[in-house]
């Protein structure tokens, strides 16, 4: 496996879109209320569907052998596809991203990734900033994972978050509304899935790490067991001695995980079982999306969201599903990711390092995806 990526195939947008780099090479409209998919397409209950990506027959100029992991880069202009532009206003702390997944030694690939930078419904309304990116981690299929990436977003812009969340007059974000619409607009998205499984006989299902960027606050919201890290600089005195001191930016774990056996309580005050540290003795995790058998057993959609203001202190956000952070320790996973800042990487080189190491080097057998949002 090498560290940069197979290169992906451009989709043509309209020429009067604005456009944004998705995976080398996919470029896809940063002005949607639908998000950007890595991969899959599913016919959602609203008849909307979003293509997922294919392989290009070409390279990037600076990609290596076959075997690379797959990644994404994202951005707010049309940069090129072999690097990660970063997004930026001048009232806002500027936003670069990218991801790297690879299928490790599972027949199926069902993790998905979602990766915009500019998030806004189409046509914009609103002079924001806003931007949307997620993990969203499969369990028995990849259905569930790929409808919960395509319509998460929407169902929380309909639940409010930037009616609500963002005040007209002077733009300032109320943090306490815009976690409730993410509430919201999390159980709204699974109540629309359930009726697609039940359709559809889907009985799978997808535990979700989703973060925005609104304005300058970041929101972090989280099913299952998919988490998000935040790289933050410690504070110092300051001064001359200060200044000669090498600073490593410590780990913030902003999720929370969700297990049957984290949440018994919760699980037998709905009236379910945990058997064995497993819901109904054969699950381990308690919050998802999807997994219909489940709902009426304690298994709920309902997620924890953090919310904080970005300062100049915050560097960066890793997302990545169970199978990156069951090889990677949190504090370990920053300090590997800032040594290659440090070296002037840009996010998707990072991210294609992280995820060499994951597998090739620490000998992840589950599908595993790692997404890198950097500040400044």
Request: with cysteine; charged share 20%.
């Amino acid at each position: 496996m090498s560290d940069t990526a197979d290169a992906m195939p451009d989709a043509k947008p309209a020429p009067s879109q604005e456009k944004q780099a998705l995976g080398n090479g996919e470029v896809v409209s940063s002005k949607t209320d639908a998000p950007a998919l890595k991969r899959g397409a599913v016919e959602g209950a609203d008849g909307e569907e979003l293509s997922g990506a294919k392989r290009q027959a070409r390279r990037e100029p600076a990609a290596a052998a076959s075997g690379g992991p797959a990644a994404g880069g994202c951005s707010g202009n049309d940069a090129p596809p072999s690097s990660s532009a970063a997004a930026s206003s001048p009232a806002h702390i500027p936003l670069a991203a990218a991801f790297s997944e690879d299928q490790g030694c599972r027949h199926t690939m069902e993790d998905v990734c979602v990766c915009v930078l500019d998030a806004r419904p189409e046509p914009p309304n609103q002079a924001c900033r806003l931007s949307y990116f997620g993990v969203f981690d499969g369990h028995g299929g990849s259905t569930c994972a790929s409808f919960a990436a395509q319509h998460l977003h929407a169902h929380v812009l309909r639940c409010g978050l930037l009616s609500k969340g963002l005040q007209a007059a002077d733009a300032k974000v109320d943090a306490k509304a815009c976690k409730a619409c993410i509430v919201e607009g999390f159980k709204a998205a699974d109540q629309t899935l359930l009726k697609e499984c039940a359709a559809k006989s889907w009985q799978d299902g997808a535990c979700a790490v989703a973060v925005w960027v609104l304005q300058n606050l970041v929101l972090v919201a989280n099913v299952g067991d998919a988490k998000c890290i935040l790289a933050r600089m410690p504070e110092t005195a300051g001064g001359a001695a200060a200044a000669q001191i090498m600073l490593q930016p410590k780990a913030i774990v902003l999720t929370k995980e969700h297990t049957a056996l984290l949440e018994r309580q919760r699980i037998e005050k709905a009236g379910g079982t945990v058997i064995n540290g497993r819901l109904a003795g054969r699950v381990q995790i308690s919050r998802s999306f999807g997994d219909t058998a489940f709902k009426k057993l304690g298994c709920s959609s309902t997620p924890d969201v953090t919310a904080f203001p970005l300062t100049t202190r915050d560097t960066f956000l890793l997302l990545g599903c169970d199978g990156f952070w069951g090889v990677f320790g949190a504090q370990e996973a920053v300090d590997a990711a800032s040594k290659l800042l440090a070296e002037g990487k840009d996010a998707k080189s990072i991210t294609n390092r992280l995820l060499n190491m994951a597998i090739r080097e620490k000998r992840c057998a589950d599908n595993c995806t790692v997404l890198l949002v950097k500040f400044g």
